[in-house]
């Protein structure tokens, strides 16, 4: 079992409809979760960090995390097709300990 | 965020020859992280550059194939050693603990072709 876990994609979908972005991990004692955006030939930037169970809202941007089920979601509403991007889930095993473990990354389209 | 510079933007060479890419930081940082992104696939994490010792490797990397400085707390090189065309990727330099943060930024990226 991969450590971190995306579903790859494509995901598309429709320009003003909402993107749901899914992440699964495997080490149960992991504190730190985050989600980047990457384009096509650039570095990844970060979107969200998100530390406890719960919601946490930043713009048009809703992380969720589920400990419980070691899941952690992005939400993104209003979609823009300059949101089409790859998004790279991580996950920091101890707070402090910076040591970002990524998964696949899920390639999202929006149509306009 | 911090603001991360990386040189050179993009190089290509020749199989069996080395590459030194640098990473400037505009601040101090606690830790600096070396990571490889090959076509189509995720972030893998080479290694963390600790100031003042020795960089520590994950599973996989060495340091004869990759040695790695960092002689203060806003600069760290990576050097790509002895190239084959496997290691074509792009090579990238992330920082955390910028201002008590545990949020990691990413530099922009060496384009790396080895013919």
């Known amino acids: 079992q991969k450590e971190v876990e995306q579903n790859s994609g494509p995901l598309s979908v429709p320009e003003g409809a909402i993107a749901s972005l899914n992440c699964t991990y495997s080490?149960?004692?992991?504190?730190?979760f985050f989600w980047y955006r990457q384009y096509s030939g650039k570095s990844p930037e970060l979107i969200m960090s998100i530390y406890s169970n719960g919601d946490k809202e930043d713009g048009r941007f809703t992380a969720q995390l589920n400990k419980a089920s070691q899941y952690v979601s992005l939400l993104i509403r209003d979609s823009q097709p300059s949101d089409s991007a790859t998004y790279l889930c991580a996950v920091e095993r101890n707070f402090g300990n910076e040591k970002l473990t990524f998964g696949t990354g899920t390639r999202l389209t929006i149509i306009p | 965020s911090a603001v991360i510079s990386q040189k050179p933007s993009r190089d290509i060479c020749q199989r069996g020859t080395s590459l030194t890419i640098q990473c400037q930081v505009d601040s101090q940082v606690t830790m600096m992280f070396w990571y490889r992104q090959q076509p189509g696939q995720s972030l893998t994490l080479i290694a963390t550059a600790n100031q003042g010792s020795e960089a520590t490797y994950e599973s996989g990397f060495v340091i004869d194939k990759f040695p790695i400085s960092r002689p203060n707390l806003t600069f760290s090189t990576l050097t790509v050693s002895n190239m084959s065309p496997e290691d074509s990727s792009i090579y990238l330099c992330?920082?955390?603990?910028?201002?008590?943060?545990?949020?990691?930024?990413f530099g922009p990226g060496t384009r790396l072709t080895v013919l």
């Open positions: 080490d149960r004692v992991s504190q730190s």
């Open positions: 992330s920082v955390g603990g910028h201002r008590g943060t545990d949020t990691q930024y």
